[in-house]
């Protein structure tokens, strides 16, 4: 199991060179995280409008959450699938803008939209179970059920993408392919996690150090300054690069479940290390973008 890891890891540092070859994927997290920002501020404004038309205060607070799940995903969704055709087009020799990326995604929106409302009930009701729990008990089950949905729905992006079905299916072939492909999953995430966490790290450290320097005088301002921001960018840096890197990873691996051709820089050796059989997770029925 540990060299399977170990294999995966190798699986994640490809990936990463992959990545920085196209830097502009990297662009469409920070896109999906402004697009979360907007609908917020929209949601909160129809929320006060609508404030002083119902009397229930509670329902409109209600109706706003069940609102912002559902856009939020369904944003982040769409965008994530627009971030792997760009990815696709390039590994392919051919690189789109954003919103060329952003058109090719149309034909998945209505089940990118089904998965949101979906997996946005879903995630309401775990909520909802876990807040019945107190101490102990409660953590417990909201671990549980964190750990129970973030593995079902871990290939659910590039599933989308390949297969347009449905939230249920693609949950279903997601948690196939996560049980047959869990060596290379396993070690790949980790390595991505740990890369991108040293970023993270560095920039928090960046930021808490310099405040140490505030008020002492306008020349020390200046440098607290400078270090925040500089802390900032690396600790959102570091938090991009994941999300780029994890969607990427995740298609590759996902494609390679299914018998898709490798990107040049990932052998098939390397990827069927990471297992010890190579077990498909099923066959693709869609077509190449």
Known sequence: MFENIINGWKIGKAVRGIVMKDKSLMLYPILSVIIALVMLAAIFLIGLIAAGAVANQSLILIAGIILFYIAVTFSSTY??????????????????????????ARPYWKNALKWAVFYSIIIMILNAIESRFRGIGRFVVGFIGSLAISTAVFFVVPVILEKNIGPIGAMKESVKTIYHQFGQTFGGFAFIDIY???????????????????GSSTILNIVFIATGIIGLGLAVFGA??????????????????????????????????????????????AGNI
């Open 79 to 104: 965008v994530s699938i627009a971030l792997l055709i760009a990815y696709k087009k390039f590994s392919s020799g051919k690189k789109i803008s954003i919103a060329k990326a952003l058109s090719l």
């Open 196 to 214: 991108s966490a040293m970023f993270i790290v560095l920039g928090v450290f960046i930021m808490i150090a310099s405040a140490a320097l505030f």
């Open 240 to 285: 991009v690069f994941a999300a780029t890197l994890g969607q990427v990873f995740k298609l590759i691996v996902y494609d390679y479940a299914n018998g898709k051709p490798l990107p040049k820089e990932i052998s098939t050796q390397m990827i069927s290390n990471a297992s010890k059989k190579r077990k498909p997770a099923g066959s693709s029925n």
